[in-house]
């Protein structure tokens, strides 16, 4: 009895359909991960640089970076309709617009690799911070990998368990994590010394550099567009396609807004792009410091759980023969031992910067094909490509490629990023215009 309850507790669907008795998650569920997963050090980035680098006020820093994760979130839940629908998981639609091949060979390694990146970046990142916190409380450096390991392998754990506990996980973290922020924006708008009040932040101008507002706007569109590849491996458990739109839609705003909001007044007020950071340096409360230290914690984790439960099907759609089960350890073994030796991440950052190059076009050819070419639609021919084991999309593997070489021809102040998915998204249907493939 017990052997039974323990394998039901962990999810074994893979590629095939979620049955119906199981797709029963109402949009807010959906909305309280993307709010959970949404306040973390890597997504801080943009929006801080937007106002230390692009010179943006306050104000101008939150609307533009906003504008720009509007926009990408926008086509995140409509490439997360798939999901719903039809119960399979993000990179297993996908064969419907690039092909088996196509989507086995290039889009899911892809993503397996930048899921890969991101977790140990997360990991590191969150565990640096973790170790400045507590050396601030108790005047001690402990060991980088007393912390890093324990927490990549408890996020592991939760992503292989599946979908169920990162849906639990996440609603358990969401009130710290709102505490946490809470507790940030207090210390940063009750100090009176210096610049940093909130006397100073609330009065400020609107002020606007429309070469450098645009910029952000597009890297924020550009950080997050790529989600298209992976947001319906969450919504394949909605209650109905609407559930999962608005859910992913609404959370995701909500929570980039409060991620702007803090990462621009960080900024703003104390020139730091690190809100954890900036804040505990305001107070010498241990409680303070405390909250704000488990906060950090407690964001790294939630945004590392989904990058772990999503790499792991993307990894599962490459080799179709292992289960659910065996791509997510395999996955987390990976992770795990990337995030114990940080020169490893620090080195490749180069080369997958690099992996921009596809993923962007990539995420541009499946948004243009699901919301154009297809109408948010997957008939019957579409269908069948899921299952044929030697399709693939030339036109698309075209596009990306002469994608990837627009991406690298442009100079970075014309946000190649942006440019380079703005032209496929618009061209590739004219190009696809009464061509068929597959067949």
Known sequence: MRATSRKTMIETIGLESVPKEQQNTPWYRFAIIQIAIAANAGNFLVPALAVLEGGLSFWAGVISTCIGALLGFLCVSYLSLPGARLGIPAQYSIRTMLGVQGTRYLSSPIRSITSLYWFSVQTIGGTYVIQQLILRISGRELPFLLFSIPLSILMVVIAIIG????????????????????????????????????????PAPIEISWPSFFFFSSLAFVQYVSGVSASADMTRYAKTPSHGFWGLL?????????????????????????????????????????????????????????NAYTGGYSLLNTFSRLSRVQSAVLFGGVGVLLSGFPELVTEAESYISMLGGLIIPISAVITSDYLIVKRLYLNDRALSQLTKTSSINPWAMIYIIVGGVVYFSLPDEWSPGFLTFLVIFITYPIVMKNKTWGD
């Open 250 to 306: 609404v959370g995701n705003g909500i929570g980039f807004f409060i991620t702007a909001f803090i990462g621009c007044a960080s900024a703003y007020l104390f020139q730091d792009i690190n809100p954890y950071v900036s804040s505990s340096n305001q107070t010498q409360s241990p409680i303070f410091i405390s909250i704000i230290t488990l906060t950090a914690i407690v964001s790294m984790v939630s945004i590392n759980i989904s």
């Open 163 to 202: 979908f169920d506990a990162v849906k639990k996980a996440t609603t358990y973290f969401l009130p710290l994590l709102l505490l946490g922020e809470g507790t940030m924006l207090y210390l940063y708008f009750t100090t009176n010394e210096g610049i940093g009040s909130w006397l100073t932040l609330s």
